[in-house]
């Protein structure tokens, strides 16, 4: 069943701007008014449980899309419902059901030890306390807390504060996680440690996860489905093996030979890079297959090794961006 459900999404805002043919002394203060379309009819559905990414480039609608999903903006047309709550309407019940994480934003207390900031929590969500405490001490073990619960949070690293950050949005054992840009200036350490407790809590608690990133290494870790949009508008929904046969028109066979022969020469394939002995061949799937590449490899050198490469997911989105550039 749906968790979460767009249908026609929109949300347009009015800005004033200098006028462009403005002149003369006043031209200061000639204004016109614009219609910005942030999202445009945008429409999708979750299934609860689901962890989903959802990126695009700055300005595509990201953020906006998700402070309706949260209630902070109201819609300007389309039908929104988030755990069967309509978010702008109930705030305050939609409030106990989600958690929300900014990367750029704190809803930790700054002067305060982090061990206070989750009691005032429990506080603020009416979380009793018996239980409030065996979520604590779940987080603090998994994301290996307990060094620095008495530290006030200003003089945490930014990867100790993000393990509060989302802590904090799950004390309360939300249904749904919204999360924007969760490991944003994270060390290879800190983000492999929260990956795996966000992928831990979504198998073991079940917790619904839409994820917003410009981290692919993010996405191919965490989501098995992929929305992308841009100008507004929803380019993609499907799962990421699709968006690579769909969009990742070229593959790489990677060769190691026993000796340096120089570039091969391969039909419907181009050598893009050479080190030493090893050779970079890359072609497009409509035009060629791996097993051809290869079998003509193999007659034209011996090989010690052989690897097949698939675009990654960021150079697919790349593309799929590039391809929408007037």
Known sequence: MAIIELDGLTKHFRVARRRADAGGPFARFQRETIDVRAVENISFAIEAGEMVGYIGPNGAGKSTTIKMLTGILVPTSGYIR??????????????????????????????????????????????????????????????????????????????????????????????????D???????????????????????????????????????ERLCKRLMIVDRGGLLYDGGLEQVREQFGTERTVVVDMAEDIGPLVVPGATVVRIEGPRQWLRFRREDTNAADVIAFVARSARIVDLTVEEPSIEDVVRRIYESRTP
């Open 82 to 179: 988030v755990s069967g709550l309509e978010p702008s309407r109930k705030r305050r019940e939609l409030a106990r059901r989600i958690g929300v994480v900014f990367g750029q934003r704190t809803q930790l207390w700054w002067d305060l030890p982090l061990r206070d900031s989750f009691d005032l929590l429990r506080h603020i969500y009416d979380v009793p306390a018996g239980r409030h405490r065996a979520n604590v001490e779940r987080c603090v073990e998994m994301l290996e807390m307990g060094e620095f619960l008495q530290t006030p949070v200003r003089q945490l690293s930014l990867g100790q504060r993000m393990r509060g950050e989302v802590t904090a949005a799950l004390l309360h054992e939300p249904e749904i996680l919204f999360l």
């Open 181 to 219: 840009e969760p490991t944003i200036g994270l060390d290879v350490v800190a983000k492999a440690r929260l990956r795996e407790f966000l992928l831990r809590t979504n198998r073991e608690m079940k917790t619904t996860v839409l994820l917003t990133t410009h981290d692919m290494g993010d996405i």
